[in-house]
């Protein structure tokens, strides 16, 4: 993730780089399966096992550091997207039950939310797009390794 942040080329006077969190433990991520009632992808876990999220920053003409976006959510915030939209979802738009996806991510625009989709109560290891302006989930990525590295270098684009 770093080298990717490394080589990301952005507009004139603008850079990038990647904050990682402190590690996940194991307890935290039982409590999240549990919570969910999903077992984690191999690959999400193992990630959330060496950081606990990843925060994109900016900054604009050697100007302060600022948070742009996460690239992954820590466990928390995964908990609590999870929770809102497979809770809120009759009274949401789009009308979907959202049980068969474990969101991970935000595109940070027009409501775009990154998953793996679950399947009988597993998160598969391939990437999903949720659109919610079209009501529709589209593959991105076959492996959350290809995701990390697509999205922040624009290889993977929306």
């Not at 809770?87 to 474990?102: H, M």
């Amino acid at each position: 993730i770093s080298d990717v942040y490394a080589k990301r080329v952005l507009g004139d006077g603008m850079e990038s780089k990647a904050v990682f969190q402190p590690p996940a433990s194991i307890q935290d991520l039982a409590a999240l399966e549990s919570r969910l009632g999903t077992t984690l992808s191999s690959d999400l876990r193992s990630l959330l096992l060496v950081t606990n999220g990843v925060m994109s920053l900016l900054r604009i003409d050697e100007g302060d550091w600022f948070d742009d976006m996460w690239l992954l959510w820590p466990t928390s915030e995964i908990a609590y997207q999870n929770d809102y939209f497979r809770k809120e979802w009759s009274s949401l738009p789009w009308k979907r039950c959202f049980d068969d996806l474990l969101f991970f991510a935000n595109a940070g625009t027009d409501g775009i939310l990154f998953a793996h989709p679950i399947d009988t109560y597993v998160a598969a290891t391939n990437v999903v797009a949720w659109y919610p302006v079209e009501g529709e989930l589209k593959p991105i990525a076959p492996t959350l390794r290809d995701f990390v590295e697509g999205w922040p270098s624009q290889t993977i684009l929306l």
